[in-house]
């Protein structure tokens, strides 16, 4: 039976990419195949292209207690470079905050934004959140 029906997946790299599957298997103690898993699984939560993030609207009554959320729309982002994750800490400061995403097992990205945007955002330990990343700049969102 080839392997393709024995449900094998092959594809071709190069010896960088290679060499940072390598490095990365030796540093988290884990196999290919299991760090490829997580990210093939990762791309399932992903039903948009990889610069457009899911927002849901929310419309607001006379009663402020009451909101009606609608169907979620698409928010494109200009950067190319958006990693999903989970807040793994928030250090609030009195201007700024640390916001630390992992965005798979033992692998994070840390980014400081404004102590108001963590509390728009509703940051905190747990919840999903994207870093976007563009240059040298990491900038968190949230659906």
């Known amino acids: 039976m080839p392997k393709k029906e024995q ?3 092959t594809f ?4 960088e990419e ?3 599957l390598e490095e990365f298997c030796g540093q988290s103690q884990r196999t290919k195949t299991e760090i490829l898993r997580e990210l093939v699984r990762g791309l399932n939560q992903h039903s948009s292209p990889s610069n457009s993030l899911q927002t849901e609207e929310h419309l607001y009554t006379q009663n402020p207690e009451i909101e009606i959320s609608t169907q ?3 928010l494109k982002v200009s ?4 990693l999903k ?3 793994k800490r928030v250090v609030t400061g009195a201007v700024n ?5 992992e965005i798979i097992h033992r692998v994070e990205l ?6 108001v945007s963590v509390e728009e955002l509703d940051l905190s330990e747990g919840k999903e959140a994207y870093a976007v990343i563009k240059s040298n700049d990491i900038v968190i969102a949230r659906e």
Do not use: A, D, F, H
């Open 7 to 9: 449900g094998w997946v």
């Open 12 to 15: 071709q790299t190069s010896e």
């Open 18 to 20: 290679r060499k940072i």
């Open 72 to 74: 979620k729309k698409s």
């Open 79 to 82: 950067s190319r470079n958006i």
């Open 85 to 87: 994750g989970v807040v």
């Open 97 to 101: 905050s640390e916001v630390t995403l």
């Open 110 to 115: 840390t980014s400081i934004i404004t102590r």
